[in-house]
């Protein structure tokens, strides 16, 4: 059974971990704390690497040393069995002499699922499955999802006037939020793996995508546009500069063109498009988690609303995302609605 020193220790993993959401490319962003038993002082804790490599579990060990012998490692995704690009972790961490090890999440990659806990205890180490731990289960769930059903995690962000209106007809970008909800959208950004906007969001703003806050510009996410067709987009767009950059065509259906966002080893992906491309995934089931921005800036006449004869709001309730709560960023809100699966 844990103890409460196992689920403090877990909590502080995911805590620590959640800060490097988005720059470990296709390999879950899990972190390793080494503990001492005797005294539950940290001896040493490690992310997985930016771009996926090395795992966490080997740069824990060998920072701890000597000091790995006989200690508690907590992981919050289970070590990896399988042969890849490096060796598997599960043999580090039996290598290194750890007594005891426990566990997050159990790893959804059926490479894994399971049969490194079955190693380990058959090196008679002693190994522990939280069952339920919520802050491993958010912390790796864009990771599961992919794995588990070929899709990205999906968040949508939209933000909207007073009167429900996103921008004005046939115009492009409308500054509707302020510099708080700014900054706040590049925080989110640079925790994404992939954002996405539709190919008449792309023409008619022409954005960047990327991150513009002082320190974290290496993390902007990898910039895409779903299009119907590929011959929607023009040469010369922003987006084009950057080598990342990638085109989905949705001519089948936008399930497709996620599956192919998935086959780029996507995990976690935000859609920051117009309200065509949101309330087509909407409708579609496809988005899992939704964040509202709110301006008391009001648009009026020529505006182009986010839904037609409705409001954001109660089209999220009516298709079973649950309000998770209301923060303000300035003058402005913020309301974060989940998919209740």
């Known amino acids: 059974m844990p103890t409460l020193a196992d689920i403090k220790w877990m909590d502080a993993a995911a805590r620590y971990a959640s800060r490097f959401l988005g720059t470990t490319a296709e390999n879950p962003t899990v972190a390793a704390l080494i503990v001492d038993p005797k005294t539950d002082i940290l001896v040493s804790r490690a992310v997985t690497a930016p771009g996926g490599r090395p795992h966490a579990e080997p740069q824990a060990i060998e920072s701890a040393g000597e000091k790995s012998a006989d200690a508690t490692l907590y992981v919050t995704l289970e070590p990896c069995h399988h042969h890849g690009k490096t060796p598997p972790c599960v043999d580090a961490v039996i290598d290194a002499g750890i007594k005891r090890v426990v566990i997050g999440q159990l790893d959804a990659d059926p490479r894994t699922a399971g049969q490194s ?122 987006l084009g500069a950057d080598p990342r950059f990638v085109s989905v065509c949705s001519n089948k259906d936008l ?70 709560g209301t923060s303000k960023l300035g003058a402005d809100r913020v309301t974060h609605f989940q998919r209740n699966d």
């Open 117 to 238: 806990v079955e190693k380990l205890r058959a090196a008679k180490i002693d190994v522990i499955v939280l069952v339920d731990h919520q802050p491993t289960t958010i912390l790796h769930r864009a990771f599961f999802k992919r794995v588990r059903k070929g899709l990205p995690f999906v968040t949508a962000k939209l933000a909207v006037s007073k009167d429900g209106m996103v921008g004005r007809i046939g115009e492009g970008n409308v500054a509707i939020t302020g510099s708080e909800a700014k900054a706040w959208t590049h925080t989110l950004r640079s925790r994404i793996d992939g954002i996405a906007v539709g190919a008449k969001t792309a023409i008619l703003d022409n954005p960047s995508l990327n991150v513009r806050l002082r320190g974290l510009e290496s993390r902007s996410p990898r910039p895409i546009v779903i299009s119907s067709a590929t011959s929607d987009l023009p040469s010369g767009m922003t």
């Open 255 to 324: 399930k497709s063109a996620l599956q192919s966002i998935a086959n780029e080893g996507i995990n976690h992906l935000l859609v920051e498009g117009g309200p065509k491309l949101l309330n087509e995934l909407l409708d579609a089931g496809l988005i899992d988690e939704f964040y509202l921005l709110e301006s008391k800036i009001e648009i009026g006449a020529g505006g182009l609303p986010a839904v037609q004869g409705s409001n954001i709001g109660d089209k999220l309730a009516s298709l079973g995302f649950l309000d998770y």
